[in-house]
């Protein structure tokens, strides 16, 4: 009993013991703090670097050659039950031409770091099953009001494989123009103000919004698309064409939101008329997007046995004894691997860093107790005269270490867990104060500030303080209870 009252004691009547509880409060508030915001920095940027890439992604040719129809392809993905959907693609590059109003748009473009000083831009192809959505909507609508049942249709398209239909709904960054399109499902209808030209309406295109903000486009704006594509004899040919706005998208990926144009897959199919050589078939797909139900189960061993399926059926090449080539079937993460791997590293580096504070607090903590001891040799002597042992003075002087690291520990974890709960209020509020955004979310292309808390990382920075703090203390605590109480009763 005499042990933690003495020591809850000692820790009071001495300020100097709260230099220490200050020290641990600041590394585990730090430490929680930095750890939340690296954590959700991390997850925010997998989610941007993703962009539109969807869980797995079938490449199914080699040396530029398409080797079969894409619908045999797509029934061998979709008959494994870990799929949720499978759809094509047609990936194209191309430039921009001149805007509907005669300017050069493209010299926006040119002038903007971020682009490199080139206006190359990334055609997508995608399939949106627009008929079958508008009639489904349609009897979503009726059949209830009927009194018949109603059953949604299946469908796989690219708003089932990808994030193309949350980035299409998802909000603008502030300060940037955009005009979402005006039925997130219907994406390609075109806008009322879209004209005709040559006797038949122009096709819709949807353009990032940071690639809307900077050339500052409008829905209903037609704008030029040039690329360069082989003819039959293997020679380059141009082709162009004028599409029309029909709204803007954002995947919060800078530069997927900053070069790439969706388009209708065959519209774009018909806009390059790639043909094969053979059976002058035409070209219309360049990859498959597949999406699955638990992508952190599944991903892994769907991506191996789909290659083996694809390649056994002669859908894609490779060797037999050692599968198909590498690249025709790739996670996402596969495409982003270096860039996954330096953010984690830093985050660890990050936590070693910053672990360093926790011995600083420790080692405070060391002189503090290494001081104390020196002064209350006489109190040592005088308990070990009333009867207590080395073992109990030991105890004494190291629960006044316990009492600053519980005192530490609990309040730094309460303010580091408030702190990365808040610090996107926090920061917009010292922001305002000094008159200086501390933090610039047009450069991240974040809305806020991210920050993730996770409870494993809390609980073994709160250990990791336990344990530096008490390892500390325990060496003066252990020269305490070895003192000699006579030399101690003499000590002046």
Request: one cysteine or more; glycine letters at 10%; proline letters at 4%.
């Amino acid at each position: 009993m005499y042990r933690t009252f003495l020591s809850w004691r000692y820790l009071v009547t001495r300020r100097a013991n709260f230099i220490g509880v200050m020290g641990i409060f600041v590394a585990v508030g730090a430490l929680i703090l930095i750890l939340s915001i690296m954590t959700g920095f991390l997850d925010m940027t997998r989610q941007m670097i993703r962009g539109g890439l969807s869980d797995l992604v079938v490449t199914p040719f080699t040396e530029g050659q398409l080797r079969e129809p894409a619908e045999e392809l797509l029934a061998v993905a979709r008959r494994d039950p870990r799929v949720v959907a499978a759809s094509a693609r047609l990936v194209w590059w191309g430039m921009l031409g001149q805007g509907g109003d005669g300017t050069h748009r493209t010299e926006r473009l040119f002038s903007d770091p971020a682009f490199g000083g080139q206006g190359i831009v990334e055609m997508v192809g995608v399939d949106v099953a627009t008929p079958v959505r508008a009639l489904d909507r349609m009897l979503a609508l009726w059949l209830p009001q009927l009194g018949l049942p109603y059953r949604p249709a299946t469908i796989q398209d690219e708003l089932d494989t990808t994030g193309l239909l949350a980035a299409l709904q998802r909000a603008p960054l502030a300060g940037r123009r955009s005009a979402p399109v005006q039925d997130p499902l219907l994406p390609f209808a075109l806008p009322s103000a879209a004209r005709e030209r040559e006797g038949r309406p122009l096709e819709a295109v949807l353009v990032g919004e940071r690639l809307f903000h900077t050339l500052r486009l409008t829905r209903g704006e037609e704008l030029e698309l040039a690329t360069v594509v082989p003819d039959l004899g293997g020679n380059l040919a141009q082709s162009k064409r004028r599409f029309v706005v029909a709204g803007t998208f954002r995947t919060q990926d800078n530069d997927t939101d900053g070069r790439r144009l969706y388009l209708d897959r065959r519209v774009l199919a018909d806009f390059l008329n790639l043909r094969s050589g053979d059976d002058r078939r035409l070209l219309d797909y360049t990859e498959i997007v597949v999406k699955v139900a638990d992508y952190q189960r599944d991903a892994g061993p769907l991506k191996r046995e789909l290659s083996e399926a694809l390649l056994g059926a002669g859908l894609i090449e490779g060797d037999r004894e050692f599968g198909a080539y590498e690249g025709q079937v790739r996670t996402w993460e596969d495409f982003r691997q270096s860039l996954l791997g330096a953010i984690q590293n830093e985050r660890v580096l990050m936590a070693i860093m910053l672990s360093l504070i926790l011995v600083v607090a420790g080692f405070t903590i060391f002189s503090i107790l290494t001081m104390m001891v020196i002064e209350k040799r006489r109190d040592i002597g005088i308990l070990s005269a009333l009867g207590a042992t080395r073992r109990g003075i030991l105890a004494t002087f190291l629960l006044i270490g316990f009492w600053n690291a519980l005192l530490g520990t609990s309040l730094g974890a309460l303010a580091g867990i408030q702190g990365a709960r808040h610090i996107d209020a926090i920061e917009r509020w010292l922001s305002s104060q000094i008159g200086y955004q501390i933090f610039d979310r047009s450069v991240y292309y974040f809305d806020e500030i991210p920050a993730r808390i996770e409870p494993a990382a809390v609980a073994w920075i709160v250990l990791g303080a336990f344990a530096c703090t008490l390892l500390f203390a325990a060496i003066p605590a252990w020269r305490a209870g070895r003192l000699d109480p006579l030399a101690a009763l003499r000590y002046e």
